[in-house]
C-alpha cells in the first residue's frame, strides 16, 4: 500500500494568514496515464469530506480560488492563500492513482 | 444535481453482518466511466478507503478487508449495496458513498454512523 504522509497534523492559523500542509507518498503518483491521481478533501466539524483538489493542482467546481493544490511525483502541498473562518476542519490528501487508495492522517486546520 | 444517501442500521451485534444501502440520483451506474466507492472513518480518525464499484461491474477492495466485503449494484433501484461480514466493536464508524467519475470522488453522501456493540 501507498503510505501518506501528511505535515504537519496540527495547524493554528491568524485569519487572513497563509496555511500550508504538505504531503508525501511513498511511492511516486504518476499514473500510466501520465496523470497524478492526488487529491485534497476538507471535512468541517460535524459534515462529511468534500472534495477541494483533484490531480495534484485542479479545483473542483465551487472551491474558492484561495485554495490551491501544487506538487509532483511523491512530495505535494496544498495551500490557503488567505485563511477564512468557515476553513476551519480537518484537511485530508488521498491518493487514487493506485488501489487501495490511501489517505494521510488528517491535519487540522484551527484559529488561532 | 448528483446525491447519494447511506441506510442500514446504525446499531449491529458483534459478530453479525453490516448490510448498508447507498441510494443516488443524479446519474446512472451504466454511464461509462461512473463508478460508486466506500469509505469509512472511525469516530475521530482518518478517512479509509473500502470498496468501488464500476459501472461495468469491475469491483475492486481494500485488501485488509477484502475477505470481508462485497459490494452490488443494482442499476434497476439506482442503489450500490455494501456488506461487510463478521462486524466487531473496531468497525465502529461512519460510512460514506462516493460518486465516481472520471477520476474525480465527489460528492460524498451525509454519511452513517454505524456502531457495534460487543
Known amino acids: 500500500d501507498i503510505v501518506m504522509t501528511q505535515t504537519p497534523l496540527s495547524s493554528p492559523v491568524t485569519l487572513g494568514q497563509p496555511a500550508s500542509i504538505s504531503c508525501r507518498s511513498s511511492?511516486?503518483?504518476?499514473?500510466?496515464?501520465?496523470?497524478?491521481?492526488l487529491n485534497w478533501l476538507q471535512q468541517r466539524p460535524g459534515q462529511p469530506p468534500r472534495l477541494l483538489i483533484y490531480?495534484?493542482?485542479n479545483r473542483f467546481s465551487g472551491v474558492p480560488d484561495r485554495f490551491s493544490g501544487s506538487g509532483a511525483g511523491t512530495d505535494f502541498t496544498l495551500k490557503i492563500s488567505r485563511v477564512e473562518a468557515e476553513d476551519v476542519g480537518v484537511y485530508y490528501c488521498?491518493?487514487?492513482?493506485?488501489?487501495?487508495?490511501?489517505f494521510g492522517q488528517g491535519t487540522k486546520l484551527e484559529i488561532k | 444535481q448528483i446525491t447519494l444517501k447511506e441506510s442500514g442500521p446504525t446499531l449491529v451485534k458483534a459478530t453479525q453482518p453490516l448490510t448498508l444501502t447507498c441510494t443516488f440520483s443524479?446519474?446512472?451506474?451504466?454511464?461509462?466511466?461512473?463508478?460508486v466507492a466506500w469509505f469509512r472513518q472511525p469516530p475521530g480518525k482518518a478517512l479509509e478507503w473500502l470498496a468501488l464499484?464500476?459501472?461495468?461491474?469491475?469491483?475492486r477492495y481494500t485488501p485488509s478487508l477484502k475477505s470481508r466485503l462485497t459490494i452490488t449494484k443494482d442499476t434497476s433501484k439506482n442503489q450500490v449495496v455494501l456488506t461487510m461480514s463478521n462486524m466487531d466493536p473496531v468497525d465502529t464508524a461512519t460510512f460514506y458513498c462516493?460518486?465516481?467519475?472520471?477520476?474525480?470522488?465527489?460528492?460524498w453522501g451525509q454519511g452513517i454512523l454505524v456502531t457495534v456493540s460487543s
Open positions: 462516493v460518486y465516481l467519475k472520471n477520476g474525480i470522488f465527489d460528492p
Open positions: 443524479g446519474f446512472s451506474l451504466t454511464t461509462g466511466g461512473v463508478g
Open positions: 464499484i464500476y459501472w461495468h461491474d469491475d469491483k
Open positions: 511511492q511516486s503518483l504518476v499514473y500510466s496515464d501520465g496523470n497524478t491521481y
Open positions: 490531480k495534484i493542482s
Open positions: 488521498m491518493q487514487s492513482t493506485q488501489f487501495p487508495h490511501t
